[in-house]
Every structure is written in structure tokens, then in C-alpha cells.
């Protein structure tokens, strides 16, 4: 089955380290978006990635890194800069020049909590 | 500034009331999306709906693009349907950007 799978589920940070989720989708989809979710808010745009090799930043890069080395993959790191880091990830794909029916699919997301 | 804004933020209801929820968006889109978000956090694309009226079970979306809003319609609210509904919308000339609104949280009551 074709989707989007992130990992882990849960994901619990030390002060001052660095930790990566994973995102990976088999869909062959060009853009890759991640989005973090605070509890009772909307989704914001961290970062996004229309093509291999290259992204964007977008509302909420400042404390991130991603790299896009391969189509399927677009891995988002939580540097230490990022102070408050407690969030539930969500990765995202979309064939932008698949115009009709649905666009955007979602992985189950990574709840990241700081201990 | 580009602005996804989604009304009413909160909505309880009786089991079996209809309910209409709205998203404004402030440019010209390529692209708009209704989700549904679980319990469980997972996102399910409800509509792919940049202009027109579409039609799924109980759910319909329609988009008016010339007037920048679109309109989600849930008929006969079962307890299943509680969650938050996300409107997102990709702007033209915005490299594929998706921005999401605040979204509205749906409480059906038994």
C-alpha cells in the first residue's frame, strides 16, 4: 500500500540534544512539507521541499534542519536551538502537478516531549 | 499578509444537527483541502475543492473562489464526526506553499 509513514511515534528529547524524525512515502511524490501541531492549534509549516536536493523554510524554521538527499525521504531534525520542542510532527506529501482529487497526504505523525 | 481564517473555532452540537463551518482565505488559490483531524491526531482529506461543490455522504464542500471562502456542510452529526476540521490552501505564485487555518473543533454530543 502506497503512503506515508513517519517514525517513531513517540520521541522524548534531553536538554541540549539534537533529535531526528523520520518521514518516508512511497508515493512518488515531489513536495514534502513538515508541519508542527501545538495542542488546541492549527498546523504551521516548518519546512517544505519541492524537489530533491532543495527546500524552503517556511512560518516556524528558526531551531530545524531537514535535508531532501532522496525523493522518498525528507528526515526533520530538532536542533538544541529549538527551545520549546514539545509538539506533535506531521509530515506531509503532494504531487504538485497532480491537479484533482485528493492532493495532500499525511503521515500519522511523531509526538515529541522534552524530559 | 497571506491569512487561512476558519469560524466558528468551537462548535458543540446535538447528534443528528447539521452544521456548516468556514474557511476565508485572502488571495487567489491553485488549490484548497478540507481535513478531518481524529482523535488519534491523523489527518483524513475530506475534499479537494479549489472551486465549485462536491458531495460525500453527508459532507459537502463548495467553494466560491471569487468571493474567497469555502463552506464545509455536515448533515445529520454522528458522534463519529467529532474532531477538528482543517481548511488548507495552497496560494497561486506561492511554490507550492500549504498553509493551514486554526481549524474548528467539532464536539457532537450523544
Known sequence: DGGITQSPKYLFRKEGQNVTLSCEQNLNHDAMYWYRQDPGQGLRLIYYSQIVNDFQKGDIAEGYSVSREKKESFPLTVTSAQKNPTAFYLCASTNPRDRGGEKLFFGSGTQLSVL | ?110
Request: aromatic share 10%.
Open chain 2, 1 to 110: 499578509g497571506i491569512q487561512v481564517e476558519q469560524s466558528p473555532p468551537d462548535l458543540i452540537l446535538q447528534e443528528g444537527a447539521n452544521s456548516t463551518l468556514r474557511c476565508n482565505f485572502s488571495d487567489s488559490v491553485n488549490n484548497l483541502q478540507w481535513f478531518h483531524q481524529n482523535p488519534w491526531g491523523q489527518l483524513i482529506n475530506l475534499f479537494y475543492i479549489p472551486s465549485g461543490t462536491k458531495q460525500n455522504g453527508r459532507l459537502s464542500a463548495t467553494t466560491v473562489a471569487t468571493e474567497r471562502y469555502s463552506l464545509l456542510y455536515i448533515s445529520s452529526s454522528q458522534t463519529t464526526d467529532s474532531g477538528v476540521y482543517f481548511c488548507a490552501v495552497e496560494y497561486v505564485n506561492r511554490d507550492d506553499k500549504i498553509i493551514f487555518g486554526k481549524g474548528t473543533r467539532l464536539h457532537i454530543l450523544p
